[in-house]
């Protein structure tokens, strides 16, 4: 009987499968964003930013199961509305960078020439400046237009600014890290463009007359998926950690709303009074990212050309 072919996509899959760590990665990581995104949503869990001054830093118990911090909030339901930001965050921005760093990474190692050459200069010039100060300068750069677009959804829905805030006042955060994330991702797509540009496929289109932006957006950027995949699934925790870091500056999410990286600081503050504010955030944050390391590394091994079928 004649063997019957499989595509790469079921290949990769398979060999995904058969890796324990990445696939209980992708469970907790599913796990956990339900949780983040579905749990403030039961009706006993209170709101985030409710008070309770009568139940200030109370130890974990069954009214509380994280317990309280320093204005009797309740600390489960302020986990998981941060976890819900922090891992918008680490999408969205991550988004952004790969719409731009696929764009200039395929224009640059399909174009060759001065023009690659002009464009990876500038790549290098941006990856010699520190990109900490960079997101901090863009961020307050647009926060002003933030405020404004707030005022302006505000007065088109008729909703209240302090309802509407807590939506448009992530856009900054999501502008400074996405613009300034995608250096690397367009290094590396430049880098597999100038690779598949020479195959026979691109040659056979451009023999038939197709135009250069068809063969860059339908037959070059679609072999590319794989290594985009990887990479991104290794950029989300990067972010997610720098969005961390600018909440423990103080730069990130503004109060009332919270972030891990805000409850982090918080607890931090607090640690020696009370543990729980500084442990469950801080739990929840290394599983979620140790997760999405595992799974990068998981895809990566299965989304290798070179890897040998079994």
Known sequence: MEEQGSSLWKDAFLRLSRNRAAMFSLLALALIAAACFLGPLLPWLPHPNVQDLSRIAESPSWDHWFGTDQLGRDLLARVLYGGRISLLVGVVATGVSLVIGVAYGLVSGYAGGRLDALMMRLVDVLFALPFI???II???SVEEPARRLTQWVSGMTGWSVEMVSPMTGLIPLFIAIGALGWLTLARIVRTQTMELKGQEFVEAARSLGIGHMKILFRHIAPNLFGAVIVYTTLAVPGIMLL??????LGLGVKAPNSSWGTLIKEGADRM?????LLLFPALLFSATL????FLGDGLRDALDPKSSKD
């Open 133 to 135: 100060v960079l997101v």
């Open 138 to 140: 863009f961020s307050l």
């Open 243 to 248: 969005e961390a870091v600018l909440s423990f």
């Open 272 to 276: 020696e009074v009370s543990p729980e």
């Open 290 to 293: 140790l997760a999405l390391n």
